[in-house]
Nanobody
Framework: QVQLVESGGGLAQAGGSLRLSCAASGLTLSSYTMGWFRQGPGKEREFVAGIGWRSDSDQYYTDSVKGRFTISRDNAKSAVYLQMSSLKPEDTAVYYC???????????????????WGQGTQVTVSS
């Protein structure tokens, strides 16, 4: 049974930082590309960041978080991380970790491409 469990969310002030973690079980993480998505109030779920199979794989970010967020992974620990810095109120959302078993190792930007999802963790940024 595959499980993705996010943690690390909470309340932060604008300009602050948070580090989200995603613990994966029931799968071999190195076989999955990983993504972080978010869904703000009244908004659709959107791609935030993605990384290929390995820790040195290409990383992708939505424009609004480039230079502020960093995705990383540790396959030995079966974990994926999202370091968020210079937080803005518009970053407020529920953040989801997602896994995609794609034989090409390509990172996909659409939520429907991903096979497994965590339950989400709330991030609230106050101004």
């Amino acid at each position: 049974q595959v499980q993705l469990v996010e943690s690390g969310g909470g309340l932060a002030q604008a300009g602050g930082s948070l580090r989200l973690s995603c613990a994966a079980s029931g799968l071999t993480l190195s076989s999955y590309t990983m993504g972080w998505f978010r869904q703000g109030p009244g908004k659709e779920r959107e791609f935030v960041a993605g990384i290929g199979w390995r820790s040195d794989s290409d990383q992708y970010y939505t424009d609004s978080v480039k230079g502020r967020f960093t995705i990383s992974r540790d396959n030995a620990k079966s974990a994926v991380y999202l370091q968020m810095s210079s937080l803005k109120p518009e970053d407020t959302a529920v953040y989801y970790c997602a896994a995609d078993r794609r034989f090409t190792g390509a990172v996909m930007f659409r939520a429907e491409e991903y096979d497994y999802w965590g339950q989400g963790t709330q991030v609230t940024v106050s101004s």
